[in-house]
């Protein structure tokens, strides 16, 4: 059976480098249910754009998850990536670097209290975090760490602010963390913001607005699921001037370039 794989982004930037990467040539379209299309990569590998925060991409994640499951003739998924650009906490996930979940994590549902935050499994029902399982993180910063090896050729670019996907095939790979993302509605744009969710989060690497939608979809059809996130900018003061968004897609196009060659050629079952 071909290992398959749904990869969710939420706009079309992040789902042209992600398909860049894949080096798959030009996918077919299928339309689903709600208006979305599913970028289908040689039966191998489908990319969706799924909207931009947790609740339009987990419905749009859970759209694609149903529509395989009761009409698909290829086999289900056997792994759903959350993937896109991202900030990053200093000094663990610099602007260019790219973020490898070993947790993702719904930052704020819970509640505000007089003496702090309450995540949403305090106040006694749902959950606000799903663990990746270490197989498959091992699996995925092993191929990102070969790919560090890599020497960058002639003609290797130098990733350009304004335009997406400028790392060069055969570039070495960009640093990499493995840490937990953090999902929330609200981009952190402040530097008291950023000391609370640092605070509440300290082993966070970065933040981004998608990553828990698509994992609870893909939990409520008993997919794995792990998040993977290039970084455009710092968590903190928000400073659009600062912003690195070519680098980050150029980031995020070379490591599915990597991993189209190593993590998603065999299924990877959990131990």
Request: hydrophobic share 45%; glycine share 12%.
């Amino acid at each position: 059976m071909v290992h398959r794989i749904l990869i969710v982004t939420a706009v079309a930037a992040e789902a042209d480098s992600v398909s860049a990467g894949l080096g798959l040539g030009d996918p077919g379209l299928l339309p689903l249910p709600g208006g979305l299309t599913l970028r289908r990569h040689r039966d191998r590998v489908d990319v969706l754009v799924g909207g931009v925060g947790p609740a339009a991409v987990a419905a749009a994640t859970g759209t694609a998850l149903a529509h395989e499951a009761l009409t698909g003739d290829r086999g289900r998924y056997g792994l759903v990536v959350s993937a896109g650009i991202a900030g990053g906490f200093l000094p663990a996930a610099p602007v260019g670097s790219v973020v490898v979940s070993s947790a993702i994590v719904a930052a704020d549902l819970g509640a505000e209290t007089p003496d702090g935050y309450l995540a949403v499994e305090e106040l006694g029902f749902g959950r606000s975090v799903h663990h990746v399982p270490e197989a498959l993180t091992d699996r995925i910063t092993t191929a990102l760490t070969a790919g560090s090896t890599d020497t960058a050729g002639p003609d290797a670019g130098t990733p350009d602010a304004g335009t997406p996907d400028t790392a060069a095939p055969g570039t070495t790979a960009p640093p990499y963390a493995l840490a937990p993302v953090l999902t929330v509605s609200t981009v952190t744009g402040t530097a008291r913001r950023a000391a609370e969710l640092a605070e509440r989060h300290p082993t966070a690497a970065a933040e981004a607005m998608e990553g828990f939608g698509v994992a609870e979809a893909a939990a409520a059809h008993g997919v794995p699921v792990v998040e993977i996130r290039a970084v455009s900018n710092a968590v903190g003061p928000r400073d659009r001037a600062a912003w690195r968004i070519g680098e980050a897609l150029g980031a995020l196009r070379h490591t599915f370039e990597l991993l189209s060659r190593t993590v998603f050629v065999e299924p990877w079952e959990p131990s």
